[in-house]
């Protein structure tokens, strides 16, 4: 068994009078993919939002390397080597293709200064190149965003969460309102990043995680319903009852 | 093209060319006194658009700043008798010092709480000083600022020559708007726009967006200060309107004219809004009714303002004709 990157110990996450998340204890094991799933309302998104630091817990405690990182601001999940992409696409619109890798890149070496002329921090924007091309589009990298295809922005969100260098990458709904061939390639690019790093992803389509991921997560109605490997997975007979059952 | 090539060696030194114009301006204008104004509210205008355009704050206390460094400048000057040059520096200081105290109050909110949280804070800083007759003579505003020539080797700067008063503004003029050029081309300029276009995403990164939206508040506001700094030395007198919510609200319309978000725009946007006003108040009284039709027509059908409507034009323009601007 290999370490334990992330730790989710006993979280609970209410709205109002609602749980949506009800004592959920969970490890990921470090260089490996982890996909999420879950019926429709199962708290996924909620889930994935405390894992990655944009809900904080109601309860219970988040250890990312052995330290507590719970309620921890956004930006400091970023610096600790947690990367995100959203579900809906979260890029600087009005700025072009490599300027948006390009801020990202920049985090690790300038945040504050005012003085020095950006286009003298080389690292920065030979590293966003790099990324570019590694998604992909390195030839669009002076176009807007604006004018981007919607999977071409979803590449564009992974090369800049990809920029801090995260150990752990969190991916919510990476193809969501894809089409297959944007699917697909971006299906071989998750197994490629996979590779190098942790990564965890919530996905609604469990058809499209099986053949991929290494364990799968199941939530239900806020609660943790099994865990294991995808053959695992797809002989659980509760499993299959809530989920597998609709389809 | 030609116009392309001239327009990319301004953009290129765009400080340079904005301080060439300014050079010459005098005598573009009826009179010096205008034109001085158009500097200090040029520069006030570029302090304000920092936040507003750049970051995508809309602050309506940002008359604060302007008067804040008016008042000081001219209490020191005033009351304690200091030379105008380190009086301007106590105006800036104390302009810097009511950035931080809105700003953090401020940063805290978002979108309309943001506007009118900076519009209370505003207020409240004008009441202040209005109460305080004493030190700031109420309402009839601070009067009384002497500046005592100044020697710079064979320079003899006196203010009651108009064109060295000008000449003397402009270089401070010149020192801001140099510092400003450089902070928007910095790494830290990124950072401001990456919040304005998605803040989530920018934390996302790895960006604290309120010590950075907290950051550029306070450069803005000092910016702002030295205009008002400025304004004091140019009009003798702090009139105590400088501080009231209006002058925030021409902040917002200079930079609406000119074009948000673009270095010339608000000077641009400024230049026109008080060439109008002297042009239009010579002719009827009733000079903001025209301004404001102006104003209606430019945000209706050129909302990228004068200036960003010009930029974009010629960016088109460049597209078209199949060049690829890096």
Known sequence: MSETILQVQQVSRNFGNFKALHNISVDFSAHQLTAIIGPNGAGKSTFFNTLSGA???????????????TGLKQHAYARRGIAKSFQITNVFQQLSVHENVRVATQMAVARFDIFTPRSRLQVAIDEADALLERVGLLALRNRTVGDLAHGQQRALEIAMALAAKPKLLLMDEPTAGMSPEETSDMMALIAALAKERTVILVEHKMKLVMGLCDRLIVLHHGELLAQGTPEAIRNNDEVRRVYLGQG | MNLQSIFNAIARHRVAAVLLLLLVFPLLMPYEALAANILIFGLFAVGFNLVFGY???LSFGHASFLGVG???TGIAMVHFGLHWLPALGVGVLAALAAGLVVGYL????????FSMVTLALGQ???YVFYKSERWTGGENGLRGIQATPLDVGPLHLDFLNPTTKYYVIWLFVALALWLVSRLLASPFGAVIEAIRENEK???ACGYDVAKSKLLIFVISAGI?????GLRALHLSVVPVDS???LQSGQAVMMCLLGGMGTFFGPFVGAAVFLYLEDLVTNLTKYWMAVVGLLFMGLVLFFPRGIWGTLVHLLKRHAASAGEHAP
């Open chain 1, 55 to 69: 809900l904080a817990p109601s309860s219970g405690n988040i250890l990312f390397e052995g330290q507590d990182i």
């Open chain 2, 55 to 57: 970051t995508g704050l």
């Open chain 2, 70 to 72: 008016s008042y000081l």
């Open chain 2, 106 to 113: 401020a940063i805290r909110t978002r979108g309309i709480y």
């Open chain 2, 124 to 126: 409240i800083i004008y």
């Open chain 2, 201 to 203: 995403r920018a934390a």
């Open chain 2, 224 to 228: 702002c200060g030295l205009a008002g």
């Open chain 2, 243 to 245: 501080l009231h919510y």
